[in-house]
């Protein structure tokens, strides 16, 4: 229940108060964090290696709707602190206070994007590293060279009953034909020189006839082209369900920032809810 508009204001020389901007980018960074943790936690859990108890399906469609809802709820926390700790100004009329509220929201909003993609960097620059340094790093290990190693495996996999004689095969020679299955799939085509040299390959390597190596290639290459569209059109997705969830979550910020501040200027409690509900009763 409103009671009354607050009296306390001054006039600055700027509009914008980082204080608060810095405070709601922050909880809203820290609570989407704990949040997706958790959540992560929870969809491992619906995953297993025996089909009886593995909901797949479901995980990802849970997780769709859990990254929705924790980044639009987030940030309504962040925009609302925003909005809320914001200084009460003497001058503007209700819509251009609103609108200022509303762009504290946008920026607590932009704050925290900017300091999950800085934390992300960050963790992504030390795996790297230290990747790096214990030998495990590889021209390959992007997301097409990870992909394409089931099909690497099977490509060059011995046949039955020469498994124990055939040697291994090497670090540089998985890179080398790795390299050519992802170009010849980037090309759109397996040229002919690049289908014979990796038969002779797999010929040497598997101990397989001729024809059975030219077969396996050719497998190979349709193998890695399903693969990797799968793997383009999975981007794709999480590039729209992220953008979708981060344009959400900026209308949510701005609505919160200018509820908050509505909030601060009538001296409204903060309170849950519940708690309001009871005290209603």
Same mark, same amino acid.
């Given at each position: 229940?409103?009671?009354?508009?607050?009296?306390?204001?001054?006039?600055?020389?700027?509009?914008?108060?980082?204080?608060?901007?810095?405070?709601?980018?922050?909880?809203?960074?820290?609570?989407?964090?704990?949040?997706?943790?958790?959540?992560?936690?929870?969809?491992?859990?619906?995953?297993?290696?025996?089909?009886?108890?593995?909901?797949? +399906?479901?995980?990802?469609?849970?997780?769709?709707? #859990?990254? %929705?809802?924790?980044? /639009? $709820?987030? &940030? @309504?926390?962040?925009?609302?602190?925003?909005?809320?700790?914001?200084?009460?100004?003497?001058?503007?009329?209700?819509?251009?206070?609103?609108? +200022?509220?509303?762009?504290?929201?946008?920026?607590? #909003?932009? %704050?925290?994007?900017? /300091? $999950?993609? &800085? @934390?992300?960097?960050?963790?992504?620059?030390?795996?790297?590293?230290?990747?790096?340094?214990?030998?495990?790093?590889?021209?390959?290990?992007?997301?097409?060279?990870?992909?394409?190693?089931?099909?690497?495996?099977?490509?060059?996999?011995?046949?039955?009953?020469?498994?124990?004689?055939?040697?291994?095969?090497?670090?540089?020679?998985?890179?080398?034909?790795?390299?050519?299955?992802?170009?010849?799939?980037?090309?759109?085509?397996?040229?002919?020189?690049?289908?014979?040299?990796?038969?002779?390959?797999?010929?040497?390597?598997?101990?397989?006839?001729?024809?059975?190596?030219?077969?396996?290639?050719?497998?190979?290459?349709?193998?890695?082209?399903?693969?990797?569209?799968?793997?383009?059109?999975?981007?794709?997705?999480?590039?729209?369900?992220?953008?979708?969830?981060?344009?959400?979550?900026?209308?949510?910020?701005?609505?919160?920032?200018?509820?908050?501040?509505?909030?601060?200027?009538?001296?409204?409690?903060?309170?849950?809810?519940?708690?309001?509900?009871?005290?209603?009763?």
């Amino acid at each position: 229940m409103a009671n009354g508009p607050a009296t306390t204001s001054r006039v600055g020389t700027s509009y914008v108060e980082w204080g608060p901007i810095f405070a709601g980018a922050v909880a809203a960074a820290a609570l989407s964090f704990v949040l997706l943790t958790a959540g992560a936690a929870i969809g491992l859990s619906l995953v297993s290696p025996y089909p009886s108890q593995s909901y797949g +399906r479901w995980a990802a469609t849970l997780a769709t709707g #859990w990254v %929705l809802v924790v980044t /639009i $709820g987030s &940030f @309504l926390v962040g925009g609302y602190i925003a909005g809320r700790m914001r200084l009460t100004w003497g001058e503007g009329n209700p819509d251009e206070v609103d609108f +200022r509220d509303g762009v504290h929201g946008f920026l607590a #909003w932009s %704050l925290s994007i900017l /300091i $999950g993609g &800085f @934390l992300a960097f960050i963790a992504g620059t030390t795996t790297t590293l230290v990747s790096a340094q214990v030998g495990r790093a590889s021209v390959y290990s992007s997301e097409r060279g990870s992909v394409l190693t089931p099909t690497v495996d099977i490509l060059l996999r011995g046949s039955q009953g020469t498994s124990a004689t055939t040697p291994s095969a090497s670090a540089d020679l998985r890179d080398e034909v790795t390299r050519v299955l992802v170009a010849s799939v980037s090309a759109g085509q397996l040229t002919d020189a690049d289908r014979a040299y990796l038969a002779q390959v797999v010929a040497q390597r598997a101990a397989v006839p001729a024809p059975e190596a030219e077969k396996r290639v050719g497998d190979a290459y349709a193998e890695a082209g399903r693969v990797v569209d799968e793997a383009r059109k999975a981007t794709v997705l999480l590039g729209l369900v992220t953008t979708t969830a981060l344009l959400f979550g900026l209308a949510a910020a701005w609505y919160a920032a200018q509820r908050g501040g509505h909030h601060r200027d009538h001296n409204i409690p903060a309170k849950f809810v519940l708690f309001r509900m009871r005290r209603l009763a």
